[in-house]
T-cell receptor, first 117, second 116 residues
Framework: NAGVTQTPKFRVLKTGQSMTLLCAQDMNHEYMYWYRQDPGMGLRLIHYSVGEGTTAKGEVPDGYNVSRLKKQNFLLGLESAAPSQTSVYFC????????????????FGPGTRLTVL | AQSVTQLDSQVPVFEEAPVELRCNYSSSVSVYLFWYVQYPNQGLQLLLKYLSGSTLVKGINGFEAEFNKSQTSFHLRKPSVHISDTAEYFCAVTVMFSGGYNKLIFGAGTRLAVHP
């Protein structure tokens, strides 16, 4: 049981380049999330998904797109990277089952450190 | 709008001393409350959570937190800290929306530095 995994761990991009961050979870969770972490700002929600094929905007969605084609995967895309997107990106997932004992607890991946030059 | 305020951005403390990390939230609806810890260069790990029931919640590594509804607070405490507790701590609140959807709102974090 690997939990939540993220690929890649590190990436350096030039302004205008595109890339996709992959998040995978093996806990059969319905909900998945993408956050960015910046110094002094905690974690801010970029996009989230409440189920396969469904996504929604979070607090800071501009410049990002997401897709949830399979329940276990949640992809975050940057179409044209900007220096303001330099950050650490975290993926998380959570269960909607109250009986699971983990209701609403979010499980986090190890993060992807992205630098945009 | 719901928000979480962590009152201290940094807390320095000596080893074996007690510590309290303060967290206040604003919400007009029922909430679930969490404390997460982030060790250097790692992801977030759940320390403890309050869903319902007893207002004193015990977590891992000797931490505990008390939910105070009247003061809308969820302060984290440990009676005796270790060097290994040096990390960043995040308070978070889950806000439920209609349809069963929920979002997790994080505070800005408190950096706990334990000195020998």
């Amino acid at each position: 049981n690997a939990g939540v995994t993220q690929t890649p761990k590190f990436r350096v991009l030039k302004t205008g380049q595109s890339m996709t961050l992959l998040c995978a979870q093996d806990m059969n969770h319905e909900y998945m999330y993408w956050y960015r972490q910046d110094p002094g700002m905690g974690l801010r929600l970029i996009h989230y998904s409440v189920g396969e094929g469904t996504t929604a905007k979070g607090e800071v969605p501009d410049g990002y797109n997401v897709s949830r084609l399979k329940k276990q995967n949640f992809l975050l895309g940057l179409e044209s990277a900007a220096p303001s997107q330099t950050s650490v990106y975290f993926c998380a997932s959570s269960s909607t089952l109250y009986s699971s004992g983990q209701y609403n607890e979010q499980f986090f991946g190890p993060g992807t450190r992205l630098t945009v030059l | 709008a719901q928000s979480v305020t962590q009152l201290d951005s940094q807390v320095p403390v000596f080893e074996e001393a007690p510590v309290e990390l303060r967290c206040n939230y604003s919400s007009s609806v029922s909430v679930y409350l969490f404390w997460y810890v982030q060790y250097p260069n790692q992801g977030l790990q759940l320390l403890l959570k309050y869903l319902s029931g007893s207002t004193l919640v015990k977590g891992i590594n000797g931490f505990e937190a008390e939910f105070n509804k009247s003061q809308t607070s969820f302060h984290l405490r440990k009676p005796s800290v270790h060097i290994s507790d040096t990390a960043e701590y995040f308070c978070a609140v889950t806000v439920m929306f209609s349809g069963g959807y929920n979002k997790l709102i994080f505070g800005a974090g408190t950096r706990l530095a334990v000195h020998p």
